[in-house]
């Protein structure tokens, strides 16, 4: 009983690590997923609310006065 104990106790031990050399590569992908996202939801707020071309509207009228 004791072999069988002590084989076991061996192999917890001693199993192997798992690699978790994906695992980063995973979280930069979902990072920029989620960059991607918001992104996305600020130009559609931007565009629905014209906010763009006001802005660009203001540049021009400062850069080129009438």
Do not use: C, D
């Not at 798992?18 to 980063?24: A, D, K, L, M, N």
């Not at 559609?44 to 400062?62: D, E, P, Q, Y």
Request: net charge positive.
């Amino acid at each position: 009983m004791s072999q069988l104990l002590l084989r076991v106790w061996v192999a917890v031990v001693h199993r192997p690590s798992y690699s978790e050399r994906g695992q980063s590569t995973a979280e930069y992908a979902l990072v920029m997923i989620a960059a991607a996202a918001i992104a996305g939801l600020v130009v559609m707020w931007a565009h629905k609310t014209n906010v763009i071309s006001g802005l660009f509207n203001a540049v021009i009228s400062k850069v080129l006065p009438a």
